[in-house]
């Protein structure tokens, strides 16, 4: 059975653009969830979507965004770029249907963004 | 203060250890309470999984959640170069979907 697969797994980029992150769930899978990873913060949940819809969202600027599509892949969109934004974003994939009860994320190996 | 606080290390222990790592939440909240392992360039993958208080043992590795203190601990016994890796703790409550709260991470190397 594939993993999460994230593409693409580098891209460096300046400051103002913006970027496209895609993941690809485990198959059956139908939520994913985004998290960012610093060295500074650690590992910060950006949001989650199920069935197309974004069912948890966390603290961050409007500049992130996400979308899932009928195939549960999902795209994570960060928009006029920061210095802060250099991070490892991590996406995962959840077989569980519900928000509540066990709930385990398997996670990809990440795309890492260097913003310059 | 962050919900959860983990030592960032790094710890480094010879080979054959027993490795205690750590975690305190201040969220009561939390109700599943799980152990990640990362190596270098890789994503998280996961350890250990508990629901609420109690032991889980898995080989070499035991996960104990202590609700009453808002602690959690993960024990690796006879520890081998190959668990040299960041583990970093997570938990969530009840229906908050695929939203985790980390703890920063330890660094663990183990020596041959």
């Known amino acids: 059975k594939a993993g999460v697969t994230q593409t693409p797994r580098y891209l460096i980029k300046t400051r103002g653009q913006q970027v496209t992150l895609s993941c690809s769930p485990i198959s059956g899978h139908r939520s994913v969830s985004w998290y960012q990873q610093t060295p500074g913060q650690g590992l910060q949940f950006l949001f989650e979507y199920f069935s197309e819809t974004q069912r948890n969202k966390g603290n961050f600027p409007g500049r992130f965004s996400g979308r899932q599509f009928s195939n549960s892949r999902s795209e994570m969109n960060v928009s006029t770029l920061e210095l802060g934004d250099s991070a490892l974003y991590l996406c995962?994939?959840?077989?569980?249907?519900?928000?509540?009860?066990?709930?385990?994320?398997?996670f990809g190996a990440g795309s890492r963004l260097t913003v310059l | 203060q962050k919900e959860v606080e983990q030592d960032p290390g790094p710890l480094s222990v010879p080979e054959g250890a027993i490795v205690s790592l750590n975690c305190t939440y201040s969220n009561s909240a939390f109700q599943y309470f799980m152990w990640y392992r990362q190596y270098s360039r890789k994503g998280p993958e996961l350890l250990m999984y508990?629901?609420?208080?109690g032991n889980k043992e898995d080989g070499r590795f035991t996960a104990q959640v202590d609700k009453s203190s808002k602690y959690i601990s993960l024990f690796i016994r006879d520890s081998q170069p190959s668990d040299s890796a960041t583990y970093l703790c997570a938990m969530r409550t009840q229906n908050q979907g695929g939203k985790l709260i980390f703890g920063q991470g330890t660094e663990l190397s183990v020596k041959p």
């Open positions: 508990t629901y609420s208080s």
């Open positions: 995962a994939s959840s077989g569980q249907t519900t928000g509540t009860g066990a709930n385990v994320l398997t």
